[in-house]
């Protein structure tokens, strides 16, 4: 119940393009569901955030979709750059022991983007 | 120093050893977390500690020893390590413990068991 599926593992875009990444989830006491970005000898850092009382958030060229019902979100990512090569970590939270509780992560995207 | 540090950034040990790693957040905040980053799995939460109090662990083996002696600095202590016990050791600090606070990541500990 604690899982996050991610996929796909890796991924290739070309330049401009939408790159797309999937999670899902089973624990319905999650309630908040953030994307990490990680770079190679980094730690990751928080790209974007929804809650689930919205379907869909926009930052710029990242927008997460959110499905509640189907227990599902999604990271895009529109007119992909080189820049946005990394690894992409799909993450959720929720008070799920009535109390303190850490990130539980998927496995990561590893996303590469062609010139 | 900004941020969330970690040192070392690289460490290679005997199973017998005896070494501790290091994290400082410089943000002004009240939680710490150890996570375990190995390849092909999802990051995994070991150790939370709030205004120095640990207040969740995550069944982790003894092998690992927590130490936040204050709300800055947090300590992993690792003895008797196995080869399956390498991997990016990261810390994360946050305002307080909460699922909407923004967790900040250090650059990570590379931990190679020999």
């Known amino acids: 119940q604690q899982q996050v599926k991610q996929s796909p593992q890796s991924l290739i875009v070309q330049k401009g393009g939408i790159s797309i990444i999937n999670c899902a989830y089973e624990n319905t006491a999650f309630d908040y569901f953030p994307w990490y970005q990680q770079f190679p000898g980094k730690g990751p850092a928080l790209l974007i955030a929804?809650?689930?009382?919205?379907s869909e958030k926009k930052e710029g060229r990242f927008t997460i979709s959110f499905n509640k019902s189907a227990k599902q979100f999604s990271l895009h990512i529109m007119d992909s750059q080189p820049g946005d090569s990394a690894t992409y970590f799909c993450?959720?939270?929720?008070?799920?022991?009535?109390?303190?509780?850490?990130?539980?992560f998927g496995k990561g995207t590893h996303l590469i983007i062609q010139p | 120093e900004t941020g969330v540090t970690q040192t070392p950034r690289h460490l290679v040990m005997g199973m017998t050893n005896k070494k501790s790693l290091k994290c400082e957040q410089h943000l002004g905040h009240n939680a710490m977390y150890w996570y375990k980053q190995s390849a092909k799995k999802p990051l995994e939460l070991m150790f939370v500690y709030s205004l120095e109090e640990r207040v969740e662990n995550n069944s982790v083996p003894s092998r690992f020893s927590p130490e936040c002696p204050n709300s800055s600095h947090l300590f992993l202590h690792l003895h008797t390590l196995q080869p399956e016990d390498s991997a990016l050791y990261l810390c994360?600090?946050?305002?307080?413990?909460?699922?909407?606070?923004?967790?900040?990541f250090g650059p990570g500990t590379r931990l190679t068991v020999l």
């Open positions: 994360a600090s946050s305002q307080r413990v909460s699922s909407y606070n923004e967790q900040f």
């Open positions: 993450a959720a939270s929720g008070q799920v022991k009535g109390g303190a509780d850490g990130l539980t």
């Open positions: 929804i809650r689930p009382d919205v």
